[in-house]
């Protein structure tokens, strides 16, 4: 079988994702029974959080006294967040149990949304999903960082699947997918976290 290059344009359900309210995302989630690993979760946090700092850091000292191009510093230092944003939000807090809650999520419903966004790249029930196929990549060495014209890209193969995402739109995807998870966090344990 040979590959399958798949086009996946998610811009437009990020961007309605963004818009959301968060108290309103807050209420639906309160209507689902979605099952939170506390420790699991709380250490992710605080992973992302670190993350956050790391992206603020000033490039001279991100170099940390490597012999890199100052013209570069900013791309690798790009590259770095969204692979280390990629493997928090999609592997370490992988949870196939909010995933497939989302299977459940009222038609017209922020909820819904996210579903959307999970099932891109997806013709037919039961394939993989988008989080799966990333994760795949990421973990069975199928990952790769483009320069193209005017962006760096993420190339993403999956077996037979490949796909390639701007790197902005993979940053936007993780923060999403980190936002989701946080808010049923919240909800789940009655609290309100802060990164």
């Known amino acids: 079988m040979g590959v399958l290059y798949m086009e996946i344009n998610i811009e437009s359900i990020l961007s309605e994702i963004e818009r959301a309210d968060d108290g309103a995302l807050r209420n639906e989630m309160m209507k689902m029974n979605f099952e939170i690993d506390q420790e699991k979760f709380s250490f992710a946090f605080s992973a992302y959080g670190a993350i956050k700092r790391l992206s603020s850091l000033d490039d001279v000292i991100f170099a940390g006294g490597v012999a890199i191009p100052p013209s570069a510093i900013p791309a690798i230092k790009l590259r770095s967040v969204v692979l280390l944003k990629l493997y928090v939000a999609?592997?370490?807090?992988?949870?196939?149990?909010?995933?497939?809650?989302?299977?459940?999520?009222?038609?017209?419903?922020?909820?819904?949304?996210?579903?959307?966004?999970?099932?891109?790249?997806?013709?037919?029930?039961?394939?993989?999903?988008?989080?799966?196929?990333?994760?795949?990549?990421?973990?069975?060495?199928?990952?790769?960082?483009?320069?193209?014209?005017?962006?760096?890209?993420?190339?993403?193969?999956?077996?037979?699947?490949?796909?390639?995402?701007?790197?902005?739109?993979?940053?936007?995807?993780?923060?999403?997918?980190?936002?989701?998870?946080?808010?049923?966090?919240?909800?789940?344990?009655?609290?309100?976290?802060?990164?």
């Open 90 to 195: 999609l592997v370490y807090m992988r949870s196939d149990i909010l995933e497939r809650g989302l299977d459940s999520a009222p038609e017209g419903s922020l909820l819904e949304l996210y579903k959307k966004l999970y099932r891109s790249g997806c013709t037919k029930k039961g394939e993989d999903t988008l989080p799966q196929r990333i994760r795949n990549a990421l973990c069975h060495d199928g990952l790769y960082f483009l320069m193209r014209e005017n962006h760096i890209a993420v190339k993403f193969n999956d077996r037979q699947v490949q796909f390639e995402l701007p790197i902005n739109i993979v940053d936007r995807l993780c923060n999403q997918i980190f936002r989701f998870y946080l808010i049923a966090y919240e909800v789940k344990n009655n609290s309100n976290v802060r990164v």
